[in-house]
């Protein structure tokens, strides 16, 4: 069966919604640890798109905001790429664990390279494991969420 521009359409369409679901499993992940550790909330989010789009928000309340608002967006486009793969014949764990790659991948390369967060190696182990635990809620959440949208659409 060949996959048609309307196919890639669906799937990606399908992967913004369960990007959003993703987003929510995640901030609620975060949330709780943060909540547990005493950590405070990242502005990472906010930092990586001041720097991309050029602004710069007025204040740390405005700050706050606007990295929200980027951790929305950011999260739910990245469920785009899930439904690509989709479209690109992988479906379950092996899309899920792709996505997983893709959207951590993305991060260590991106972060470093604009001088927002220090490479992966000088984290430090429990940095590195709560991170990738909070994107790894966000991959699976996704994956299931897509799997859900894909069958609820077949049915």
């Known amino acids: ?10 799937d990606f369409g399908k992967g ?5 679901a993703g987003t929510v499993a ?4 975060s949330t709780a ?3 547990l550790s005493g950590r405070g909330a990242s502005t990472t989010p906010a930092q990586t798109a001041e720097k991309v789009l050029e602004v710069e928000p007025e204040d740390e309340q405005a700050e706050g905001k606007f990295s929200n608002l980027v951790h929305w967006g950011y999260g739910t486009a990245w469920g785009g790429a899930r ?6 014949g992988l479906s379950g764990p092996v899309a899920t664990a ?24 000088k984290y430090g182990g429990k940095a590195t494991a709560t991170d990738l635990f909070h994107h790894t809620v966000y991959a699976t ?5 897509y799997a ?6 077949s049915q």
């Open 1 to 10: 069966m060949s996959t048609t521009l309307g196919d890639v359409a669906a």
């Open 16 to 20: 913004l919604f369960a990007g959003l």
């Open 26 to 29: 995640m901030t609620i992940s």
């Open 33 to 35: 640890e943060m909540k």
């Open 83 to 88: 439904g690509i793969l989709a479209s690109a």
């Open 98 to 121: 792709a996505h997983l790659g893709l959207v951590w991948g993305a991060e260590q390369v991106i972060l470093p390279a604009l001088n927002v967060s220090a490479p992966v190696f």
């Open 141 to 145: 959440a996704t994956g299931l969420a």
């Open 148 to 153: 859900y949208l894909d069958r609820s659409q």
